[in-house]
Nanobody, 126 residues
Framework: QVQLVETGGGSVQPGGSLRLSCAASGFTFSTYNMAWFRQAAGKECEGVAVAKSDGGTTYADSARGRFTISKDNAKSTLYLQMDSLKPEDTAMYFC????????????????????WGQGTQVTVSS
């Protein structure tokens, strides 16, 4: 049974930091691509960052330079270190997994991700 469980969300002031974690089980974590998505109230779900099975990482423009995605295969855990947080980062954050070959394109397309967690809320406000 596949499970993805996100933790680490919370409320933080602008400029602050949070570290999200996604604990995975039920599949061979090291061979899967993993990603973070987010959905703000009233908006579409959007890709934040991806960590592919070959070690490559890619970021959305909104996350590049402020967020860092990392994949700990020994712990079957995905992380998202978020620094310099802005109010527009407020959203529910989800981790997702797929087993596509690592060179797959368009990682931000929702239907390419087969497993999803329940999400963790991040609120950035003064």
């Amino acid at each position: 049974q596949v499970q993805l469980v996100e933790t680490g969300g919370g409320s933080v002031q602008p400029g602050g930091s949070l570290r999200l974690s996604c604990a995975a089980s039920g599949f061979t974590f090291s061979t899967y691509n993993m990603a973070w998505f987010r959905q703000a109230a009233g908006k579409e779900c959007e890709g934040v960052a991806v960590a592919k099975s070959d070690g490559g990482t890619t970021y959305a423009d909104s996350a590049r330079g402020r967020f860092t995605i990392s994949k700990d295969n020994a712990k079957s855990t995905l992380y998202l270190q978020m620094d310099s947080l802005k109010p527009e980062d407020t959203a529910m954050y989800f981790c997702a997994a797929n087993s596509l070959a690592p060179f797959f394109s368009d990682w931000r397309i929702i239907w390419k991700w087969i497993y999803w967690g329940q999400g963790t809320q991040v609120t950035v406000s003064s």
